[in-house]
């Protein structure tokens, strides 16, 4: 589709008030991780009316399906409740990949995930954060191979964040 601008993909959620946690690489980022990523990972509420307002906010994105050797991606209709039955999307939209995780590993409660969460301004878009310990600790159940080969560096940074150094 185009090149990514995580901004505008936030940007879309909140203009459409979808309540959501920003988690994965680009929230750790934003903590300070040099890791680079190149989508954007959330846990939304799964209340009713929040998935129709993640709907509209994925028609306005022109959300596709992201699958191998498809560049633009597959057209996928969704509503509340066909969003409601999907536990991971991976999507592809105008302004780069987004992930939508409704029961992330370790953690699997958007509540959960935002009672820890920081509200933040990131790229010029407010967007709630998800705190870093969290992230660790998700990322650590998933048990991917690329999640264990960042977890050490995310492990540091979390060290040197609660003994007070900077991020970087």
Same mark, same amino acid.
């Given at each position: 589709?185009?090149?990514?601008?995580?901004?505008?993909?936030?940007?879309?959620?909140?203009?459409?008030?979808?309540?959501?946690?920003?988690?994965?690489?680009?929230?750790?980022?934003?903590?300070?991780?040099?890791?680079?990523?190149? #989508?954007?990972?959330?846990?939304?509420?799964?209340?009713? *009316?929040?998935?129709?307002?993640?709907?509209?906010?994925?028609?306005?994105? #022109?959300?596709?399906?992201?699958?191998?050797?498809?560049? #633009?991606?597959?057209?996928?209709?969704? *509503?509340?409740?066909?969003?409601?039955?999907?536990?991971?999307?991976?999507?592809?939209?105008?302004?780069?990949?987004? #992930?939508?995780?409704?029961?992330?590993?370790?953690?699997?409660?958007?509540?959960?995930?935002?009672?820890?969460?920081?509200?933040?301004?990131?790229?010029?878009?407010?967007?709630?954060?998800?705190?870093?310990?969290?992230?660790?600790?998700?990322?650590?159940?998933?048990?991917?191979?690329?999640?264990?080969?960042?977890?050490?560096?995310?492990?540091?940074?979390?060290?040197?964040?609660?003994?007070?150094?900077?991020?970087?």
């Amino acid at each position: 589709m185009s090149e990514f601008e995580p901004e505008k993909i936030l940007d879309a959620l909140n203009q459409h008030g979808v309540r959501y946690v920003l988690i994965g690489g680009l929230a750790a980022a934003m903590h300070g991780s040099v890791t680079p990523t190149f #989508d954007v990972d959330i846990i939304p509420s799964t209340t009713e *009316d929040n998935l129709d307002r993640l709907s509209a906010a994925l028609t306005a994105l #022109d959300a596709r399906v992201r699958v191998d050797g498809i560049p #633009d991606g597959l057209p996928f209709a969704h *509503d509340a409740t066909s969003l409601a039955g999907m536990g991971m999307l991976n999507l592809v939209t105008r302004y780069g990949d987004l #992930d939508i995780a409704s029961q992330p590993a370790g953690i699997t409660r958007y509540e959960d995930w935002a009672s820890n969460a920081s509200n933040i301004v990131a790229l010029g878009v407010a967007v709630q954060v998800a705190d870093l310990g969290d992230i660790v600790r998700s990322k650590e159940a998933a048990g991917r191979d690329k999640d264990k080969a960042q977890l050490p560096l995310l492990r540091a940074l979390k060290e040197r964040l609660e003994r007070g150094g900077s991020a970087v």
